[in-house]
T-cell receptor
Framework: GDSVTQMEGPVTLSEEAFLTINCTYTATGYPSLFWYVQYPGEGLQLLLKATKADDKGSNKGFEATYRKETTSFHLEKGSVQVSDSAVYFCALVTGGSYIPTFGRGTSLIVHP | DAGVTQSPTHLIKTRGQQVTLRCSPK?????VSWYQQALGQGPQFIFQ???????QRGNFPDRFSGHQFPNYSSELNVNALLLGDSALYLC??????????????FGPGTRLLVL
């Protein structure tokens, strides 16, 4: 079945450092790919998405490119802030179900 | 524009009890999905309601049931609570017409603790 694998956390960075959170997937067909963010004590918020190969999703300085050849959708940000500290979830949706399959989440901690 | 709202925010129950959680979807949305998020895990899909009927269901036992009302709000009921039911329960809403929508909007969740 469909699955999403994320790098284990926590990822600990200093403010203004470069961020990469790895995400790979296994899916039948051609999924749409998503990154969600969960701040402490809150629900999930959609951060960005990409619906086909080579698409780049971007929002709030975060970017991720849909790489079909490596089945990956890595999340990047050039300069993180303390306010980016949260748990980040990679997810996929395959055609027809519209139900996302989530990874286990990666915790990001940014120090001043 | 109000987003997805859930109540209560926290709940403590004992084993064997029953619980009801509530969700109001984002304005303009007609589909509600429920998820269970155990500590340190990603959300797991429980079921989805559209037009007051269960449209899809994940791998959860019949102890988990739901309902959708004509105003699109929804309830999640869990009977015979087990310790393992302790989790954050998330509600998400979306547009359901034409089969569904990939993009879901999540509420803040209800944290359930079963003692």
């Amino acid at each position: 079945g469909d699955s999403v694998t994320q790098m284990e956390g926590p990822v600990t960075l200093s403010e203004e450092a470069f961020l990469t959170i790895n995400c790979t997937y296994t899916a039948t067909g051609y999924p749409s790919l998503f990154w969600y963010v969960q701040y402490p004590g809150e629900g999930l918020q959609l951060l960005l998405k990409a619906t086909k190969a080579d698409d780049k999703g971007s929002n709030k300085g975060f970017e991720a490119t849909y790489r079909k050849e490596t089945t990956s959708f890595h999340l990047e940000k050039g300069s993180v802030q303390v306010s980016d500290s949260a748990v980040y979830f990679c997810a996929l949706v395959t055609g027809g179900s519209y139900i996302p399959t989530f990874g286990r989440g990666t915790s990001l901690i940014v120090h001043p | 524009d109000a987003g997805v709202t859930q109540s209560p925010t926290h709940l403590i129950k004992t084993r064997g009890q029953q619980v009801t959680l509530r969700c109001s979807p984002k304005s303009g949305h007609d589909t509600v999905s429920w998820y269970q998020q155990a500590l340190g895990q990603g959300p797991q899909f429980i079921f989805q309601y559209y037009e007051e009927e269960e449209r899809q269901r994940g791998n959860f036992p019949d102890r988990f049931s739901g309902h959708q009302f004509p105003n699109y709000s929804s309830e999640l009921n869990v009977n015979a609570l087990l310790l393992g039911d302790s989790a954050l329960y998330l509600c998400a809403s979306s547009w359901g017409s034409a089969g569904g929508s990939e993009t879901q909007y999540f509420g803040p969740g209800t944290r359930l603790l079963v003692l």
